[in-house]
């Protein structure tokens, strides 16, 4: 039996399932030994990595293979159309055969280009290399919590090379971001992430595409993975390099980034230090170990190990590639070809040295594929001449981003709290999986019951508050010791001592909290570090990171967790949480959310909302002469619009688009106002008014509604509630503006307050919204399955006809006001105003209701009572009256704009299609605006003698009548007769 001599592995997160896998080979596992330094800790003479004869020929190995450790000839994924042929059999194929399709994306990361299959996709939502899922997953599985951790038997790392030159403290280093992509990646990331750091000048951005003959930088040919970019930049910019250069991968979020930095390489590139970089020379930028160290490559040595396919190739590819340097016995680095390289280090080495490697990849048979994993591998023998670089993650967490959890113990604590997190998240997944499943029984059961001998797995009623509490509570202490943990790391002297360097003063700076990205602000106490003091920061980021505070904390008391569940897939995405994490459900960033969707509900339905007081303008003739429908059918296309245009904004949010609506919407709303008061015909006015400030909302209101599931789901219906109300208010300040402006600098200077008021306004959601998470591909302008879903369409189609009734009120009740006598020419502008006052309330009190007795249960006495109210019109002959409508109809109109999407939620099954299905939902609204305010107007008829007033507000009254019947039709539809039911 072969001996096998390991590191305490659970620094790098296998444990105990890693010795049943080598058990399995036949390699001998010794017990982890207390620390210290073990007879042949210093030796690698006694290794041998696998069972089995090294020199067995592959026939021979592949005929012994057994069950636990075969390999797999056809691959975990990697197909010949991706890597050329079976790269098992070692058959490549000729230098000038094709290599890699040009449309392929394609990510080393250990082999494994990113697949749109779900079935591959890991915790955090990205696409796992195939090799990997053969190991234990560290991100997934439950560590081994039986001894201490957090060390290693193996002798501390340290550089074979001295020291690099730093600059003296306080300077700025110039730094180069070299990305390697494919025409089908996007990299639009760096100009959004990283504009500060590009528009100060120490950062530039070297962007190759692989595939694209026509992009001003791409490599002479697509061959080798991202090694053939890198090369290339290192040959087209040797002479004029930055202090350092930084070679990283094209996609902003993967799972080989570091986890502590949410996985994504916007915060690595913002946290990476600059003297780690210029000390060392080379700093490979992921900090774990698994895969990769501490020995992960044996030169000249046939493991039978299918992830490792370029083992049994390194041997003969390192004769060539270095032929006159010894093969070394092990080597190693951490995964996936993405480190930063001082000048210095660069420059140490010939540029002729540069082509000859480069040379090599455009000659050898090896396949796209092997020959990008052979350099993987050799990169760090490349810039330090060492087979091996390996340096411990806790420093490299500190030293290299500024993350010092001040022990081995409170370090590993944190990824303890990620596994149990990570329990705790699929054990919910199932609990709702089993929950579905027996709803779906009941909506298909004649008696509305789950049958007694229905073999159904029943989950225990409240677990999943238990657990949405428990998940809370990690992530709280996740980020609580997070944010201490940077503020240890603030300090120079804590980051020299992780690394075991003598500090001297003048060693480093401390870090300033402005020019790293956004930590998470949820601390256990709710307080954040906010001193200015480096030690009583650091004494108060020692005293948070102490284990002990497991003992005390509600946090500490949960990290046994439950039985982990088989993982699942949440989605993953930019700054603001973790990819895969749970909606913070408060916090500053979450509010903040909902400050920004109340501006924007503010500039959209707001501004919507207000166009019964231009249509009482309108009517008037002092602008220009219509019909009272024409004029009607400015306000409807605004509306139409607004709704439409979000059917293509969606997809445009879900590829991370946020800012770029934002201004969008925001140049289109002020630049449809400011033409608007240039106007002298109804034309002009449909065109500014209609079209383009109703496009500019469609381009807002999308981001409203789509940025806030992302952060609430416990309060989501308080959340959109205080949002929406944004409109309610916008609609009691718009019109009372442009009235009391009106008379006093006329139609044009109003109009033009209101566009500069709109542009202050949204200028907030543009500052404080940030997209926290992205999924994983757009979603589909149209779903077809939609047609075939009952319950959608009756519920879209009664809310079509709601919105019919809600607009003849919206748009005529001022006009009605002041046609009739019943109020003042200056009081009938009011009644808009008064309207949307009674909606402040109506948006936000039925929401919190329907979190407690179901959404439907709210919008079916809303659509009776709104019908009630437009019929009452008919009765309404003094001012006290038709206040008191306008004030009740516009409490109970607000379950309208606030309650449909979390219906849609509701009556969605498959969640992906979500943002289609209300996209689409919505645009079917739009279809009811168009027909509600020129309908009333075609009934009111353009005789200002005989105006048909009763007509009106019987058909809009009778419209929002039938909604509530389809709406309690649908009810009964879902579950019966039955009363006491949250639905």
């Known amino acids: 039996m072969s001996r096998l001599e390991w590191v305490s592995l659970r620094r790098i997160g296998y444990a105990r399932s890693f010795d049943e896998f080598w058990l399995a080979a036949g390699a001998e596992v010794l017990d982890d030994e207390p620390p210290g330094e073990s007879e042949s800790d210093s030796s690698e003479e006694d290794y041998v990595p696998v069972a089995g004869p090294s020199n067995a020929t592959p026939a021979q190995e592949l005929a012994g293979a057994s069950s636990s450790d075969e390999i797999d000839l056809e691959g975990d994924s990697d197909t010949d159309d991706e890597h050329g042929p079976d790269a098992h059999e070692l058959d490549f194929p000729p230098l000038d055969s094709p290599i890699t399709p040009a449309s392929a994306t ?25 090799g990997h899922n053969i190991l234990p997953d560290l991100r997934n599985g439950r560590p081994d919590t039986s001894g201490r951790h957090g060390y290693t038997k193996l002798p501390p790392w ?116 600059p003297e780690r970089v210029m000390r060392l020379g080379y700093m490979n930028l992921r900090c774990h170990w698994e895969p990769g160290c501490p020995a992960w490559l044996h030169p000249g040595v046939r493991e039978r190990l299918s992830w490792k396919q370029e083992e049994h190739l390194i041997a003969d590819s390192w004769a060539q590639i270095f032929p006159k340097d010894p093969i070394p016995t092990i080597l190693a680095q951490p995964c996936c070809a993405q480190f930063a390289v001082s000048r210095e280090r660069i420059l140490a080495t010939p540029k002729q040295r540069y082509v000859y490697l480069r040379d090599w990849l455009l000659r050898t048979e090896l396949s796209d594929y092997l020959s990008g994993r052979v350099f993987e591998y050799i990169w760090q023998y490349v810039f330090t001449s060492s087979p091996s670089h390996c340096p411990s993650m806790s420093e490299c967490y500190c030293d290299g981003y500024g993350f010092c959890f001040g022990s081995p113990e409170a370090f590993d604590y944190w990824f303890e709290l990620q596994y149990n997190l990570n329990e705790a998240k699929n054990e919910l997944q199932l609990w709702w999986k089993k929950a579905d499943m027996i709803e779906e029984v009941k909506l298909r059961s004649p008696t509305g019951k789950v049958a007694q001998e229905a073999d159904l797995d029943i989950p225990r009623v409240g677990r999943d508050e238990e657990l949405e509490e428990e998940i809370k509570k990690i992530w709280a202490e996740m980020n609580r010791r997070k944010d201490a943990a940077f503020e240890l790391g603030r300090n120079p002297a804590q980051r020299a001592l992780e690394a075991g360097r003598t500090w001297r003063d003048g060693d480093g700076a401390t870090l300033d909290r402005e020019q790293h990205a956004p930590m998470s602000k949820l601390s256990h106490d709710g307080s954040l570090h906010s001193t200015n003091d480096p030690e009583k920061a650091h004494d108060d980021a020692s005293k948070d990171l102490d284990r002990s505070g497991s003992s ?133 006015a449909l065109l500014a008014q209609g079209f383009c400030i109703g496009i500019g909302g469609g381009l807002l209101f999308v981001p409203a509604v789509a940025i806030l599931p992302t952060y609430w789901t416990t309060k989501i219906g308080l959340a959109i509630g205080i949002a929406a109300s944004g409109s309610s208010t916008g609609g009691i300040i718009y019109p009372i503006v442009f009235y009391r402006l009106i008379s006093q600098i006329g139609f044009a200077w109003s109009v033009r307050v209101l566009g500069f008021m709109a ?224 639905v």
């Not at 090379?161 to 760096?190: F, H």
């Not at 219906?903 to 609204?925: E, H, M, P, Q, Y």
């Open 158 to 273: 340290k550089s074979p090379l001295p020291d690099g030159q730093l600059k003296a403290v306080g300077s700025n280093y110039t730094r180069a971001l070299v990305l390697a992509r494919t025409k089908a990646e996007k990299t639009t990331w760096v100009d959004l992430e990283l504009s500060d750091m590009l528009a100060s000048g120490l950062l530039t951005t070297a962007i190759y595409v692989a595939d694209d003959p026509t992009a001003p930088l791409h490599p002479p040919r697509n061959k080798g993975h991202e090694a053939m970019i890198y090369l290339s930049y290192i040959i087209d910019h040797y002479d004029a390099l930055p202090d350092f250069s930084i070679f990283m991968h094209g996609h902003q979020f993967a799972w080989h980034n570091n986890e502590i930095l949410d996985t994504d390489a916007v915060q690595m590139i913002r946290h990476l230090s």
């Open 759 to 982: 542009l202050a306004t949204l200028v907030i959601p543009i500052i404080v919204m940030r997209q926290r998470v992205k999924p994983p591909k757009a979603r589909a302008i149209f779903d077809p399955t939609m047609f075939t879903d009952i319950p959608f369409l009756t519920f879209g189609f009664g809310a079509f006809l709601g919105f019919i009734g809600l607009y003849v009120e919206f748009f005529y009740i001022s006009f009605y006001g002041q046609a009739t006598g019943i109020t003042s020419d200056s009081m009938s502008f009011y009644l808009v105003p008064i309207l949307n006052a009674g909606s402040v309330f109506g948006r936000t009190l039925p929401n919190i209701l329907s979190d407690k007795i179901g959404p439907f249960n709210v919008i079916i006495p809303g659509a009776f009572v709104c019908g009630i109210l437009v019929l009452c019109n008919i009765t309404v002959h003094n001012l006290g009256g038709i206040v008191t409508q306008a004030l009740l109809f516009g409490f109970w109109s607000g379950i309208f704009i606030a309650l449909p999407p979390v219906i849609f939620v509701a009556l969605t099954k498959d969640k992906s299609n979500l943002g289609t299905r209300i996209g689409c939902g919505f645009a079917l609204f739009g279809c009811g605006v168009l027909a509600g305010g020129p309908g009333a107007g075609g009934v009111l008829g353009n005789d200002d003698r005989d105006l048909h007033w009763k007509g009106v507000w019987t058909y809009g009254g009778v419209v929002l009548l039938a909604a509530g019947a389809v709406f309690l039709a649908l009810r009964f539809m879902l579950v019966g007769a039955k009363l006491k039911v949250k």
């Open 552 to 684: 005390g904390d509600e946090a500490g008391e949960k990290v046994t967790g439950s039985a982990a569940q088989p993982a699942t897939a949440p989605a993953a995405g930019p700054p603001g949480g973790p990819p895969g994490g749970p909606p913070p459900n408060g916090g500053a960033q979450a509010w903040l959310q909902v400050l920004g969707g109340f501006f924007l509900f503010f500039n959209t339905w707001g501004v919507l909302n207000t166009f019964g007081v231009y249509q009482t303008y309108y009517e008037s003739g002092q602008l220009f002469t219509a019909t009272s429908s024409d004029i009607s059918w400015i306000g409807s296309i605004q509306s139409f619009m607004v709704l439409l245009v979000g059917c293509f904004t969606g997809p445009v949010f879900d590829r991370g688009y946020l800012r770029h609506l934002l201004i969008a919407g925001t140049f289109l709303i002020v630049f449809g106002h400011m033409m608007l008061s240039l106007t002298h015909t109804f034309w002009q």
């Open 106 to 130: 394609w990510c080393n990361c250990n082999g494994k280009a990113y697949s749109d299959s779900v079935e591959h996709l890991g915790d955090n939502g990205f696409t796992i290399a195939s």
